[in-house]
T-cell receptor
Framework: NAGVTQTPKFQVLKTGQSMTLQCAQD?????MSWYRQDPGMGLRLIHY???????DQGEVPNGYNVSRSTTEDFPLRLLSAAPSQTSVYFC????????????FGSGTRLTVV | GQQVMQIPQYQHVQEGEDFTTYCNSS?????IQWYKQRPGGHPVFLIQ?????EVKKQKRLTFQFGEAKKNSSLHITATQTTDVGTYFC??????????FGGGTRVLVKP
């Protein structure tokens, strides 16, 4: 039982490049979310999903795409990286029932130069 | 949109002392969750409060949900060095989005 696995752990991109941050969970959680964490800004929701085939936008969705083709995987795509997307990205998952909190991955530290 | 505010942003505590961090939502919540993030780590779920006026305890940590379900607090007694980290509240209103507060960063002076 690995929990929530994020890859890569570190990434440096040049402005304009695209890439996909991977997130996988093996707990059969319905809910999955992507957050970004910037110094002093807390965690801001990018996109979330309540089940396979269903996604929705969070607070800061611009510049990012997601898809949820399976229960296990929820990749985050950066379409054309910008320095403003330099951040730590966390993927999280949860059961849909009450009283279950989110399980977070260990994060991806992304730098865009 | 929904906003969740936390105060204070920073808390310097002498080891052995108590402190409280507060969380306020712009909208009525269905539930509120608390997380702890150690330096360099990821957020770890601590607890969820659902009922109006609910109080839950975890050892030295006491969590409270306000009567109007728009605010919450976390009180830590006899602070230890292991309490160092950032404590986040996260509110869930109608729908499935979980909105995080900015966090309270706790530093403990031995």
């Amino acid at each position: 039982n690995a929990g929530v696995t994020q890859t890569p752990k570190f990434q440096v991109l040049k402005t304009g490049q695209s890439m996909t941050l991977q997130c996988a969970q093996d707990m059969n959680h319905e809910y999955m979310s992507w957050y970004r964490q910037d110094p002093g800004m807390g965690l801001r929701l990018i996109h979330y999903s309540v089940g396979a085939g269903i996604t929705d936008q969070g607070e800061v969705p611009n510049g990012y795409n997601v898809s949820r083709s399976t229960t296990e995987d929820f990749p985050l795509r950066l379409l054309s990286a910008a320095p403003s997307q330099t951040s730590v990205y966390f993927c999280a998952s949860s059961y849909s029932q009450p009283n279950y909190g989110y399980t977070f991955g260990s994060g991806t530290r992304l730098t865009v130069v | 949109g929904q906003q969740v505010m936390q105060i204070p942003q920073y808390q310097h505590v002498q080891e052995g002392e108590d402190f409280t961090t507060y969380c306020n939502s712009s909208t009525t919540l269905s539930n509120i969750q608390w997380y702890k993030q150690r330096p360099g780590g990821h957020p770890v779920f601590l607890i969820q409060l659902v009922k109006s006026g609910e109080v839950k305890k975890q050892k030295r940590l006491t969590f409270q949900f306000g009567e109007a379900k728009k605010n919450s607090s976390l009180h830590i007694t006899a602070t230890q060095t292991t309490d160092v980290g950032t404590y986040f509240c996260a509110g869930q209103a109608a729908g499935n989005k979980l909105t995080f507060g900015g966090g309270t960063r706790v530093l403990v002076k031995p």
